[in-house]
């Protein structure tokens, strides 16, 4: 498979509402920025999505031979976190510290590695402090009662990502900022001002904290610079926050565009509804990891373009899980196959269909597609397989373009060595098979699973599966 540059990668890019070429600023250097949670409460099925899909997208960029800079925030300051604080009856930065640890904690748990830093908006005040006092001087921030606002009367191409300047029911909107004394309907709050009981910070723009747009363009000016390659997030996101990034980062900058391309992940749907705490119809990602494994929810992501929402249930879960098994039996099948005589080129064929996953990849990164063609692969060298009709060094080569795909994938079963306790029980059930000591052979199958394995004879040769 061609790994070069050459290969023309395009995005859809929601600032334009088309696919476009993919060109980062500096050649072969990618900045990308994800909005991260707020972390009140345990991550949900939405997050996961959204999170999954981008550490695919950033995988396959340094696939493509990018050195790419991932930056995700944290925002460990807000009013739901004050307000659960006021709940357990303990501090908002305990709250902050013990939800941010889990969420980290299940980000680990479906192989999101791709994270170069996690920024706690509360280690950036200086810097939201100093974008507030130049949007002040420049006249684009006024001062009312309960802080400072951000005056949308001055950015008269506000609305230009969303494509409207009004809420609509699915955005995700953080802060009520309502004061009467607001110039605009719509303007929004850059820096509240301190009230009794809550958390604050001293300052030159008086005492009080961040509002919650400026805490991701302080923390994107100061880690990637007033213009970078790609901004994501869920699709609630585009709408006001999305959209107050981009006012707040141009009018302090003057440079257009604030990002070359927004990219935005569809919703996880239940029951025909947006899934959401809000809505209390969540699941979150510790209750389906009980059940399933972390590479079952990782397959069900991409089994969907990112824009595209999933409809969720138990049904599409299990049927997530059984395609997977079929790309894990037939990876083991192929690790197992004793090789014949060859009939046919395998390997012309794999790298036929090494371009076309590739292809799908570089159509603004469709995995469902990429699957197909995947799928249709194992299917025709089963069939050769079966024939014996398939050379071992062409599995081989097989092999190590799964390894490739699965770098960014991250669906395969990792190598995993047996305990020298279940070795020993699948040597006497090979002994007790040989012996056709049928019943032994049988005690010992129960006693492997157990101890969480289970044995395949179909195919001449025992491959043992982790449960």
Known sequence: MNNKLSVVLRVYNTLTGKKEVFKSLKSKNVKMFVCGPTVYGLSHLGHAKTYVQFDVIAKYLHYKKYKIFYLQNITDIDDKIIKKAAEEKTSWDTVARTYEKLYLEDMQKLGINSVNKYARATEYIAEIVSQVKRLIKKGYAYRI????????????DYGKLAKRTKNEAEDSVSRIDENEGKRNKGDFCLWKFSKEGEPFWETEIETGRPGWHIEDTAITEKELGNQYDIHGGGIDLIFPHHEAEIAQMESISGKVPFVRYWLHTGFVNSNNEKMSKSLGNFSTIRDVLSYYDSKVLRFLFLSTHYRNPVSFSEQVLRQAKSSLERIHDFVRNLKNYSGGKKIVSIKKRVETVGKKFEE?????FETAKALTVLFDLIRYVNILMDKNKVAQGDTKFILKKFEQWNAFFGILEEKEELSLEVE????????????????????????????????????????????
């Open 145 to 156: 009662s309960d802080g400072y606002y951000f005056d949308l009367s001055k950015c008269k």
């Open 360 to 364: 799908a990849m570089d159509d603004d």
């Open 424 to 467: 020993v029980l699948v040597q006497r059930r090979e002994e007790a098979r040989r012996n056709k000591n049928w019943i032994e052979a049988d005690r010992l199958r129960d006693e492997i699973k157990k101890k969480g394995y289970v044995l395949d004879d179909t195919k001449g040769k025992t491959i043992i599966k982790k449960i």
